[in-house]
């Protein structure tokens, strides 16, 4: 079976230029969840949805980043403008339910650099 | 709230050697718990969970993890240490109030000498 699938795996760009990560959840999957691991502050919840729908955009740092989920197998985060302290690895997962006795299941993540 | 606090943030053993990565929990509802690993670029890998039932919880590649209520503890353990669990172990917590929502903590980097 498919796994949660990101793209791109690796990301160089300059600073101010917009940024877009894409993620494809497991199939079936209700739960979609946007992290962001650093060296400095570990992983971190940006975002998650249920159904498509965001549910919780707490840990989002900023204006400048943003996430959709226009249908059920496809989300994306975006950041515009990006900046050099948004280097980070970013990973998405996904689980089915909303027990919260189900594991969520991580993409390979994608690696940002804002130079 | 939730919380996790993994003690030691860097753990050294040598093959063979019994494994103990530390966890412990915080929460004001009974708690699910989770370990999972990741190994270099890689994104994380369930290990095992808790839920209910018994305590004693087994995962994959030879690991376990006990919960133990009392200490609000969930240790990882391994008997023998090989040189493929090198990597970093993340102890996480969710709530069953409902929703997938998991606090983690700040991961072990385990790493394995001959």
């Known amino acids: 079976d498919a796994g949660v699938i990101q793209s791109p795996r690796h990301e160089v760009t300059e600073m101010g230029q917009e940024v877009t990560l894409r993620c494809k959840p497991i199939?079936?999957?209700?739960?979609l969840f946007w992290y962001r691991q650093t060296m400095m502050r570990g992983l971190e919840l940006l975002i998650y949805f249920n159904n498509n729908v965001p549910i919780d955009d707490s840990g989002m740092p900023e204006d400048r980043f943003s996430a959709k989920m226009p249908n059920a197998s496809f989300s994306t985060l975006k950041i515009q403008p990006s900046e050099p302290r948004d280097s980070a690895v970013y990973f998405c997962a996904s689980s089915l339910g909303g027990l919260s006795n189900q594991p969520q299941h991580f993409g390979d993540g994608t690696r940002l650099s804002i130079l | 709230a939730q919380s996790v606090t993994q003690l030691g943030s860097h753990v050294s053993v040598s093959e063979g050697a019994l494994v103990l990565l530390r966890c412990n929990y915080s929460s004001s509802v009974p708690p699910y718990l989770f370990w999972y690993v990741q190994y270099p670029n890689q994104g994380l890998q369930l290990l095992l969970k808790y839920t209910t039932g018994a305590t004693l919880v087994k995962g994959i590649n030879g690991f376990e993890a006990e919960f133990k209520k009392s200490e609000t503890s969930f240790h990882l353990t391994k008997p023998s240490a090989h040189m493929s669990d090198a990597a970093e172990y993340f102890c996480a917590v969710s709530g069953t109030g409902g929703g997938n929502k998991l606090t983690f903590g700040t991961g072990t980097q385990l790493k394995v000498e001959l």
């Open positions: 199939s079936g999957h209700d739960y």
